[in-house]
């Protein structure tokens, strides 16, 4: 069997968008539209992309919010990846970006879909998901953000004047905004991406997800009131370089997704090789006979090899659901004799 091949995808666009300034947690943090854009795509030129959420008492109170969308060029990827993971270097260590003030020391962030995250690139539309269909159009080298992906044209899930925490899409697990203090050894942090981002990437030409704060605004509660200290400043921003370059003496690292695929590719079938699966070569060869044919990385038993199978029809095949993972609780295939 040949071994698993390992993909890396660098960093193809990426932007983050602000909202804030006024004396209100709601109005900035249920925007509709964001106060400003950055443009942070690395053909644009090398900077940073940055997300977080800050209470800031200073100058009278006033909120800020601000959310990061990444974008991965996968139209090379047409099956979903065993594995899949992404690494961040977070730049606050250079002096971009702000560490933790008065923030729990679980406090949370994450990944999470788009709109039309799961769509199928052919059925992808300006109305069902404007960024996949802005990055195909053209805009993917030169950036697609825009100040109305703030909220549910570009995240999925996206609710005014409540928690997502029942409607969002998690692209991976909850990571701790602590790893990113200048106190940690930490520089370069990993998400493992979970098995709907990993379908996503398959069926997206672009792959986009937006980098949230999740104790705070994912879940909706306003920093003013339950930070540890509330009534204090309470705020953290997280700084990402987009492109490979130095700066400040410290060598920055592009986001990179790391694919790994599976062993066998997806195959298409020639006549020839149809023709050559007629007849069953007894039961010595059985394993590689039902490896004639993968779908999105799954072995697919054919019918012939179904139906040669001695024993009862339960031990025929079982049905796939759609990457093609066997169903063990489904029926076996309905057949007559």
């Not at 854009?37 to 800050?54: A, C, Q, T, W, Y």
């Not at 995240?155 to 602590?178: M, N, Q, T």
Request: overall charge neutral; hydrophobic content about 35%.
């Amino acid at each position: 069997m040949s071994r698993a091949e390992i993909i890396t995808i660098n960093l193809g666009d990426g932007f983050d968008l602000n909202s804030g300034g006024t004396t209100n947690w709601t109005t900035e943090r249920d925007a509709t539209t964001a106060d400003t854009l950055s443009n942070r795509s690395p053909s644009v030129g090398n900077d940073f992309i940055e997300m977080g959420v800050s209470f800031d008492t200073s100058r009278g109170n006033a909120w800020n919010v601000k959310r990061m969308w990444l974008g991965f060029d996968t139209s090379g990827i047409t099956i979903p990846p065993e594995k899949t993971e992404i690494s961040l270097m977070v730049a606050n260590k250079t002096g971009i970006g702000s560490n933790p003030v008065n923030l729990a020391t679980d406090h949370k962030f994450t990944l999470v879909g788009i709109k039309g995250h799961k769509l199928r690139q052919r059925d992808v539309t300006l109305d069902n998901s404007r960024m996949r269909h802005v990055a195909a159009a053209g805009d993917f080298s030169s950036g697609v953000g825009g100040t109305g992906y703030f909220s549910s044209i570009g995240i999925a899930g996206w609710s005014s004047g409540a928690s997502w925490a029942s409607s969002y899409v998690p692209y991976s697990d909850l990571k701790d905004v602590s790893l990113f203090s200048t106190s940690t050894t930490e520089n370069v942090v990993t998400f493992t991406l979970n098995r709907q981002a990993r379908l996503d990437i398959a069926t997206c030409d672009h792959f986009y997800f937006c980098v949230i704060d999740y104790t705070y605004d994912l879940l909706n509660v306003d920093p003013s009131t339950g930070s540890p200290s509330a009534g204090a400043a309470s705020s953290y921003e997280i700084a990402i370089p987009n492109a490979t370059f130095s700066d400040r003496g410290v060598n920055n690292v592009i986001p990179k997704l790391s694919l790994t695929v599976g062993a066998r590719k997806e195959q298409t079938p020639t006549k020839k090789r149809i023709d050559d699966k007629f007849t069953i070569n007894g039961f010595s060869d059985i394993t590689d006979q039902r490896k004639a044919y993968t779908r999105e990385g799954n072995l697919l038993d054919q019918v012939p090899f179904q139906l040669g199978i001695k024993g009862p029809l339960s031990l025929r095949g079982r049905q796939n659901d759609e990457d093609g993972t066997p169903l063990t609780t489904a029926g076996p295939p309905k057949v007559t004799n």
